[in-house]
C-alpha cells in the first residue's frame, strides 16, 4: 500500500487522479469503485455533488446509493459518517433498525451486483466530506479487516489529494464584507437581529440586509447554513 501512496503526489489532475486511484483499485481486487464528494456541509444527494464511478452505471447508482443508502439516512445521522468508519455492504443491516427498508436496500445492492464490499467516508479542509466505494471484490482478502484499514488510509489521503490539487473547489461566490463577517460571527454565537443590530449600534433593518447579501454569497438561505458554511470555511471562529 505504501507503495500506491507514494504515488499520488504525482497526480496533478483531476482526471489523472481518478485514472491512478482506478488502477490502484482493480490491483486490489475490485471490480467497482465510487467516489462522491458534495458541497461543504451538503449530502452527496446534492445536485452540485462530483461523483465518478467504475464498474457501475449512473442509474443504478442513483436509484441504490443517492435514492437509497443515503437518501434513506444509511450514512448520515449516528452512523458511519459521524463515526468516520468504514463497513462493509453486508453489515449495512447494523445501521438502521428499520428491517424492512434494510430488506430493500439490500436488494437494490443485490440487483446493481454490490453483493459486498467497502464503504469508506473521507473528510477533508473546509468541510469538504465524501464518500468512498469499492465493490465486487474478486478474492477473499479483499474483504478482510488488514485490508479495510489499508484502503480507509488509502481513499482518505487520495481525497486530500483531490482537495490539494483543487483549491478552488465550492469556493465562496464572493468574499464577504467585514460588516458581513462581523454579523454572521454573531449569528454563530446564536445572537439574533436585535441583539446584533445593539451590539454594532445598527437598526434591525440593516442587520437583515446584511444577512441576506451574506446568505447569497454564502450560497445559503437561512442562519444556520450560513453559520455552518462560514465555519466549516474558516470565515468566522466561535
Excluded at 443504478?60 to 439516512?73: K, M
Aim: a positive charge; one cysteine or more; glycine letters at 6%.
Amino acid at each position: 500500500m505504501q507503495d500506491y501512496i507514494a504515488g499520488l503526489p504525482d497526480c496533478d489532475t483531476p482526471k489523472s487522479l481518478w485514472a491512478y486511484c482506478l488502477r490502484v483499485v482493480k490491483s486490489l481486487g475490485f471490480g467497482a469503485a465510487i467516489y462522491a464528494v458534495p458541497p461543504p456541509n451538503k449530502k452527496p444527494t446534492h445536485p452540485d455533488t462530483i461523483i465518478r464511478l467504475h464498474g457501475i452505471s449512473l442509474a443504478d447508482f442513483y436509484r441504490f446509493a443517492l435514492q437509497g443508502l443515503i437518501a434513506e439516512g444509511h450514512l448520515t445521522t449516528s452512523n458511519s459518517l459521524f463515526r468516520a468508519a468504514p463497513f462493509r455492504w453486508t453489515d449495512i443491516a447494523s445501521l438502521t433498525s428499520r428491517t424492512e427498508e434494510f430488506s430493500n436496500l439490500k436488494q437494490q445492492a443485490n440487483d446493481v451486483g454490490l453483493t459486498d464490499g467497502w464503504v469508506i467516508p473521507v473528510f477533508g479542509p473546509k468541510g469538504r466530506t465524501g464518500l468512498v466505494s469499492y465493490g465486487l471484490p474478486n478474492n477473499i482478502a479483499a474483504m478482510e479487516d488488514k485490508a479495510k484499514h489499508a484502503l480507509q488510509h488509502f481513499a482518505q489521503l487520495a481525497h486530500l489529494r483531490l482537495c490539494q490539487i483543487t483549491p478552488y473547489m465550492y469556493e465562496l461566490n464572493k468574499d464577504l464584507s467585514k460588516r458581513e463577517t462581523q454579523i454572521i460571527s454573531w449569528v454563530a454565537k446564536g445572537k439574533s437581529n436585535s441583539e446584533i443590530a445593539q451590539i454594532l449600534k445598527v437598526s434591525e433593518a440593516s442587520i437583515d440586509s446584511y444577512l441576506r447579501r451574506a446568505f447569497a454569497k454564502l450560497g445559503v438561505h437561512d442562519r444556520t447554513s450560513a453559520a455552518v458554511k462560514a465555519i466549516s470555511h474558516d470565515i468566522v471562529r466561535i
